[in-house]
């Protein structure tokens, strides 16, 4: 099992750049979730989906979009991507006891 | 929420071990205590949980207070790849599947 993955690594983008981060997983799990970690800090919810076709914003949902494509894939879009948006985000899903995170990817927005 | 309190960092010496604290005073009664770490630039990685009695896994055991409002993780053996901020997390039974909130966390440094 590759687990969680996340596409891409790296990216950069400018002010009012679009993008999308891709999120897959292939534990057959209900759930799944966008983080985000900005330097020295905890990680916070954007984003999460109980289940396929379902989606609820968490603690940071403004400026951000969500498609749960699948019952493998969850994705965050980017519209009009903002200096304060560079982070890492990480994509989890579960059931439980843990939630299992993907690599994370690191966005820049210049 | 519950919050959190923990220690912003703490040392250990290589292969001995580690018990790093957490104070949830404000814990509810159906809320488990979830245990997190963060290996440097990689995703968190979960470790354990408990409700009311010790546990013990392959990577750590986790003790409760009778009161539940702390708990210690303790590690064994410490080893250079146990370097990694550790998160205490209390989550609600009712949403295993929830979302996890995240505090600072405590960075562990392991000298050799």
Known sequence: ?110 | DAKTTQPNSMESNEEEPVHLPCNHSTISGTDYIHWYRQLPSQGPEYVIHGLTSNVNNRMASLAIAEDRKSSTLILHRATLRDAAVYYCIPHPIYNQGGKLIFGQGTELSVKP
């Open chain 1, 1 to 110: 099992n590759a687990g969680v993955t996340q596409t891409p690594k790296f990216q950069v983008l400018k002010t009012g750049q679009s993008m999308t981060l891709q999120c897959a997983q292939d534990m057959n799990h209900n759930s799944m979730y966008w983080y985000r970690q900005d330097p020295g800090m905890g990680l916070r919810l954007i984003y999460y989906s109980a289940s396929e076709g379902t989606t609820d914003k968490g603690e940071v949902p403004n400026g951000y979009n969500v498609s749960r494509l699948n019952k493998r894939e969850f994705s965050l879009r980017l519209e009009s991507a903002a200096p304060s948006q560079t982070s890492v985000y990480f994509c989890a899903s579960s059931p439980p006891p843990g939630q299992y995170f993907g690599p994370g990817t690191r966005l820049t927005v210049t």
